[in-house]
């Protein structure tokens, strides 16, 4: 079974220049996290989307961050315009577990997108 | 708020040593809970789980027990190896898969 897909693998970009990064999840997996994680840090949930839907997105600082899982499957991350803050890994994962059912809701991992803004 | 505190790494080890990682919480309710860990140049990867309380996850020589009465989920290993250099992490995943919280890592080297 593949694993959570992510592209591109590194990134560096200029300060408020945009970027954007995608992800292809577990095949079957509705559920899809994206998590910002700065060096020497816990990753922190940015986004989840259950199918094409938010489920939550308290955290995704909406000035500057968009996401969407249009067809419910692959989804994009979007920073416009970049500050220096946001250098850091950007991380996918997916869950075979609908949100709102009973469960563990183990997530599963993509590689990352190591993010450099300059 | 909800919340997820590990011990500060790095935590510095010989081959063969005992390890234990300590992580608490703070939650309201009964979330499940999970160590991941993420070697040199790798993702996360899932280590062990445990959805309620008193359960005990296991993996690679790995144990972790969920206690609901000190709000912890110790991580320990009764000999560890230098393969299991990595940074250790710590997360609640609360009931229904609503909301998910990771302690900020504790990094582990292991010496030969």
């Known amino acids: 079974e593949a694993g959570v897909a992510q592209s591109p693998r590194y990134k560096i970009i200029e300060k408020r220049q945009s970027v954007a990064f995608w992800c292809n999840p577990i095949?079957?997996?509705?559920?899809l996290y994206w998590y910002q994680q700065i060096l020497g840090q816990g990753p922190k949930l940015l986004i989840q989307?259950?199918?094409?839907?938010?489920?939550?997105d308290s955290q995704l600082p909406k000035d500057r961050f968009s996401a969407e899982r249009l067809k419910g499957v692959d989804s994009t991350l979007k920073i416009q315009p970049a500050k220096l803050e946001d250098s850091a890994v950007y991380l996918c994962?997916?869950?075979?577990?609908?949100?709102?059912?009973?469960?563990?809701?183990?997530?599963?991992f993509g590689p990352g997108t190591r993010l450099t803004v300059l | 708020g909800d919340s997820v505190t590990q011990m500060e790494g790095p935590v510095t080890l010989s081959e063969e040593a005992f390890l234990t990682i300590n992580c608490t919480y703070t939650?309201?309710?009964?979330?499940?809970l999970f160590w991941y860990v993420q070697y040199p140049g790798e993702g996360l990867q899932l280590l062990l789980k445990?959805?309620?309380?008193?359960d005990k996850g296991s993996n690679k020589g790995f144990e972790a027990t969920y206690r609901k009465e000190t709000t912890s989920f110790h991580l320990e290993k009764g000999s560890v190896q230098v393969s299991d250099s990595a940074v250790y992490f710590c997360?609640?995943?609360?009931?229904?898969?609503?909301?998910?919280?990771f302690g900020a890592g504790t990094r582990l080297f292991v010496k030969a």
């Open positions: 994962a997916s869950s075979p577990r609908d949100t709102g059912t009973s469960g563990s809701h183990e997530q599963f």
């Open positions: 095949s079957g997996h509705a559920t």
């Open positions: 989307f259950q199918n094409n839907g938010v489920v939550d």
């Open positions: 939650a309201t309710g009964y979330p499940s």
């Open positions: 445990a959805t309620k309380a008193d």
């Open positions: 997360a609640l995943i609360f009931t229904g898969g609503f909301k998910t919280i």
